[in-house]
């Protein structure tokens, strides 16, 4: 029961005993004793106007109860009359964050190698209005507490199960060497997951996965397998530079061959047709 309402009544009462005293007051007093009993009422009534009166902040919703329960009635924001002896608690419907951004602040997920990664995201979501007075019943109008035993604990497990398949291994661009992850598909894991997990009781408007931060083992044989991608890369251009020299040793030996079958026929005057063409045989005349 609101304070206020309390004090009303106290002030009520104290109306009531002043008009009864007046009723039986000497002459010489009962105006005052009458003046006193209509002082108090007219407070009582402020009081009771006061304590009808009640403030819900934008994007709140207002969880109407009657004597600490939950009565099913909700407000929106702004000012809300109900009766005096009633009182309207808040719960949070604004857009609320989920916030995992940074490498200490990453969730640890347990991935496909079975190895610990830590998962930069964020997660917004609302509270849906409609379920609002049974989150407060529930949590005995402590919206922290149903921030972090409710929904920080689900959206963690939602994690989780969209990296439970996860192998930074198997993503590895076997021209490049560069690891290419697309990290949207697990971001709608993790939608699908926590809503899943959550039912009616919040709806997730977004969620962004920034980077996976893997453990020292993982980066080691992500490094390794990138060393030999390179290797190979390099000896297959090993074997194309090795055709391509031989090729032009080859040619070399062909250019030698004619230049030095030149250099023979003009020291010797003779017909250098004879030693570029050796396979001709020239007839008696």
């Given at each position: 029961m609101p304070v206020l309402f309390?004090?009303?009544?106290?002030?009520?009462?104290?109306?009531?005993?002043?008009?009864?005293?007046?009723?039986?007051?000497?002459?010489?007093?009962?105006?005052t004793a009458v003046g006193g009993a209509i002082?108090?009422?007219?407070?009582?009534v402020a009081l009771t106007i006061?304590?009808?009166a009640n403030s819900v902040p934008v994007r709140n919703v207002g969880i109407v109860t009657s004597f600490n329960k939950p009565t099913g009635e909700t407000t929106g924001s702004g000012l809300n009359w109900v009766a005096p002896w009633q009182k309207i608690g808040e719960w949070d419907a604004s857009r609320q964050k989920y916030d995992h951004i940074g490498a200490d602040n990453a969730v640890p997920v347990r991935t496909?190698?079975?190895?610990?990664?830590?998962?930069?995201?964020?997660?917004?979501?609302?509270?849906?209005?409609?379920?609002?007075?049974?989150?407060?019943?529930?949590?005995?109008?402590?919206?922290?507490a149903f921030r972090g035993q409710r929904v920080g604990v689900q959206l963690d497990g939602a994690v989780n199960d969209a990296f439970a398949t996860?192998?930074?291994?198997a993503n590895i661009d076997?021209?490049?060497?560069?690891l290419n992850v697309d990290l949207k598909p697990f971001a709608e894991k993790v939608k699908t997951s926590a809503q899943e997990r959550l039912g009616q009781d919040i709806e997730i408007l977004s969620v962004?996965?920034?980077?996976v931060n893997h453990d020292e083992k993982t980066e080691a044989n992500i490094k390794v397998f990138q060393d030999k991608l390179a290797q190979g890369r390099n000896l297959d251009q090993d074997l194309i530079n090795a055709e391509k020299q031989k090729a032009v040793t080859e040619k070399n030996a062909e250019v030698d061959k004619i230049t030095r079958c030149l250099e023979i026929a003009e020291k010797t005057g003779s017909n250098p047709g004879l030693c570029l063409n050796p396979?001709?045989?020239m007839g008696a005349k």
């Open positions: 309390v004090g009303a009544l106290i002030v009520f009462a104290a109306a009531a005993i002043g008009a009864l005293y007046a009723v039986f007051a000497p002459r010489g007093t009962k105006s002082g108090a009422l007219v407070l009582g006061a304590s009808s496909g190698t079975l190895a610990v990664a830590g998962v930069e995201l964020l997660v917004e979501w609302q509270v849906r209005a409609e379920n609002a007075p049974r989150q407060f019943m529930d949590y005995k109008g402590d919206f922290e996860y192998n930074p291994l076997a021209k490049t060497g560069n962004t996965i920034i980077r396979g001709i045989v």
